[in-house]
């Protein structure tokens, strides 16, 4: 892979390569909420941008610092990605946001199809994949909006 990359990007990178091979492409339709849900990994066969990625009522997916290129030369395929971090709309400056991290890949390979992949790396966690909740009321404020004003101020 490409030196000069941070921590993060490395981490980002292994597990593109840790899923992508194994993971059936789809279309920008099969994408829905579930991509926040820690660990999700899609790879979709169409071009993908942020408005494409489910968002909050009081949020919406923004692009952070600049994006990164790598290429792994044994694959001979070439990476570009970026981080996504959830970010205020300006209708509701007062609202809570969640805390997620989702990461935004294209994969160009020469002479195939370019994909795209999602991976969230923090988000809505669950355990021992029975989907056992192992949350804290703060992390739903974000739907305080879908409900009444008093009983939102109230739990949150």
Known sequence: MTPDLQPEHIRALDKLVEHFDSTTPGTR???SSKVWEEGAFLVINEVVAAKH???GRTWRWNQTKSRKTAKAIEQNVTVNFHKLIPR??????????PTFKLWWYEIVIPGKETHYALWCERGIE???GVRECEMH???FSFLAEFMDPETAADIW
């Open 88 to 97: 205020k709309k300006r209708n509701a400056m007062d609202a809570e946001i």
């Open 137 to 139: 009321v703060s992390q």
């Open 126 to 128: 669950y355990s021992r």
């Open 53 to 55: 990625i489910p968002c």
């Open 29 to 31: 339709n099969t994408i």
